[in-house]
């Protein structure tokens, strides 16, 4: 089992914790689910908002996340369902970032991806419902308000009433909502935290989240900022290394395909259609600081023949592989992060070590011994009467 120090050292932990391929590759699957999803659904609100696939594809490639022109309601609703399904698959893979990280901190390094696709499969409803009820219960409130609003323009009545019941209850309800909303946003980080290491369900993960949150308040508030900050200087080095790597590519095999290859990239370019301000900030080490490496210009592309089409598509696909997995890293630290973080201030809140839980294999190996046990009392307490039955049938057979 890892020393463990339950204090903000172990914080510091994460960068190094999320450097693992299978736990970059776990949110790089989540973010490339997600962004599948969020692509469809984009596409098609974008063709219900009266843009045809041509002129959106012209005008946002690969990333239509800028310039939304949606004047209908569904078309708002489907691109919601985009995000949405983003959100939800990254939830999921933060759940198996935080099992294969809490699993490592109790000494098994072997825990495998396999294994927590399977904790998953068991405990991914907590993960989803306790944040979604929480959104749940705030639409209910701003609903209320809303026919509070519509009885206030009853006239004389309701305006009086309004103004009597204006500080009690309504602003101490619109206050209780505005603690809900900021319970809500951080549960997206906490919950998976709370379900990977100790399969609450949903009444519980919530109740812990509040706890934790009202409890340890400047504590989590801190050691989130730090993993904030961690996360992006961690993206920054690898962003930095990937993209002096893409260079080495470029510079040796641009050595015999020169022009050639400065067409295709330009062309693949194109297809990068992601807000510039994204950009300058995943370069720049962190906001605030010129310390930075220059990426590309994105143009508009240039015309190629058909195998310069295919490959510049290809390397655009490329691209955005290369910067999930750069994202993913930042991601694995906050997911990693936030286990620790639970970690600590259960230890704090409650004097609860975490990682003296026992394991799934060692819940499983005492079931199947309590099961073993079982069998063997019943088998015990089967002989006596076997023999009674055998002694009577051989004391009625008559002697010759």
């Not at 510091?12 to 299978?22: D, N, Q, T, V, Y």
């Not at 219900?48 to 800028?66: C, Q, V």
């Not at 720049?284 to 490959?311: T, V």
């Not at 230890?347 to 099961?371: I, P, Q, S």
Request: net charge neutral; glycine share 8%.
């Amino acid at each position: 089992m890892t020393k463990f120090y339950f204090d903000v050292r172990d914080v510091f932990r994460a960068p190094r914790l999320a450097l693992s391929g299978k736990k970059i590759l776990l949110q790089f699957m989540g973010l490339l689910l997600g962004y599948l999803g969020y692509l469809f659904f984009s596409y098609i609100a974008f063709l219900t908002a009266g843009s045809g696939f041509a002129e959106t594809w012209k005008y946002h490639g690969l990333f239509p996340m800028s310039g939304l022109p949606f004047t209908r309601w569904y078309s708002w609703v489907i691109f919601g369902l985009g995000c949405l399904f983003a959100l939800i698959c990254w939830l999921l893979a933060s759940v198996m970032v935080g099992k294969l990280t809490y699993e490592q901190l109790k000494g098994d390094d072997f825990y495998s991806s396999k294994e927590a696709l399977r904790f998953l499969k068991r405990n991914w409803s907590p993960v989803l419902l306790s944040p979604f009820s929480l959104l749940a219960f705030i639409a209910f409130v701003i609903v209320c308000g809303i026919i509070i609003g519509l009885l206030g323009k009853i006239p004389y009545v309701g305006e009086i009433g309004f103004g009597i019941f204006y500080l009690i209850p309504l602003f101490a309800a619109a206050l209780f909502l505005a603690y809900v909303i900021f319970i809500f946003v951080f549960s997206l980080f906490l919950a998976p935290a709370i379900v990977a290491t100790t399969k609450e369900d949903t009444f519980e993960t919530i109740v812990q989240t509040f706890s934790v949150i009202w409890n340890q308040a400047w504590r989590y508030f801190l050691y989130s900022g730090l993993l904030g900050v961690m996360a992006k200087v961690g993206i920054f080095i690898f962003g930095y290394f990937s993209f002096r790597a893409v260079q080495l590519i470029h510079f040796s095999c641009g050595i015999l395909m020169r022009g050639k290859l400065s067409d295709i990239l330009e062309e693949a370019l194109s297809y990068i259609t992601l807000p510039t301000h994204l950009l300058s900030y995943f370069s720049n080490i962190f906001p605030g600081i010129k310390f930075r490496f220059h990426l590309p210009e994105i143009g508009p592309g240039i015309y190629l023949n058909w195998s310069g089409e295919i490959s510049a598509f290809l390397i655009a696909i490329s691209l955005v592989f290369i910067i999930f997995m750069v994202i993913s890293y930042g991601l694995a630290i906050l997911s990693s992060g936030q286990t620790l973080t639970y970690i600590i201030l259960r230890k704090k809140k409650d004097d609860e070590n975490l990682l003296e839980r026992k394991t799934e294999m060692e819940e499983e190996e005492e079931r199947r011994e309590a099961e073993d046990k079982v069998k063997e009392e019943a088998e015990e307490e089967a002989k006596p009467e076997k023999k009674a039955v055998t002694g009577a049938g051989e004391s009625e057979t008559p002697s010759t």
